[in-house]
């Protein structure tokens, strides 16, 4: 006997949930989160991310400006695009693809090696043509921001699609 799937509800999320959550984050119970605490739970789910990273993550989320994340400000972050959020962990799995040595930095040895095992065949010098041509800082390599700015302006070019 076949049955067709039933399509899966949107999830949403009740106040009680909510807590819940917020609650877990929250180590010390203090009705905030600090950038201490966001980082040990991000670092449980598998992710690294630098102190200047998190800090940038506090800022966007932090909209009172007081230092920490509240319940309201946590809800308006769960409340936010699962688009975005995908987007985002996507662009920085690619990242991770190509940051062999996971030093936060891409350099035209490690973009040669991943492009090459990807089939592209391309040369170093190619490599340090393409570092060089995001490399807003100068230091010879691709640091996640630069990398972030790269992809956004090859996507809104790919938008445009080929206007004269």
């Known amino acids: 006997m076949s049955t067709t799937p039933t399509p899966k509800p949107s ?16 180590a010390n119970k203090d009705g905030k989160i600090s950038v201490t605490e966001l980082r040990d739970v991000l670092k449980t789910m598998g992710s690294s991310c ?9 800022e966007d989320i ?4 007081d230092g920490f994340i509240d319940l309201s400000e946590f809800s308006a972050l769960c ?3 699962s688009d975005e959020v995908t987007a985002a962990l996507e ?8 940051d062999q040595d996971k030093n936060g930095l891409i350099s ?14 391309c040369s170093v010098d190619d490599c340090a043509k393409m570092i060089k041509s995001v490399d ?3 230091d010879g390599s691709v640091n996640f921001e630069e990398f972030q700015k790269m992809m956004s302006a090859s ?3 790919n938008d445009k699609g080929s206007k004269p």
Request: proline residues 2%.
């Open 108 to 121: 035209t040895n490690e973009l040669h090696l991943v492009l090459n095992r990807l089939g592209m065949k």
């Open 62 to 65: 932090d909209t009172d400006r």
């Open 91 to 98: 662009l920085r799995d690619a990242f991770d693809l190509y």
């Open 50 to 58: 630098s102190e200047d990273e998190l800090k940038r993550v506090l």
């Open 11 to 26: 999830p949403v999320v009740n106040h009680d949930e909510l807590q819940k959550v917020f609650n877990q984050f929250d």
């Open 79 to 81: 409340r936010s695009s």
């Open 136 to 138: 807003s800082d100068g």
């Open 155 to 157: 996507l809104m070019s």
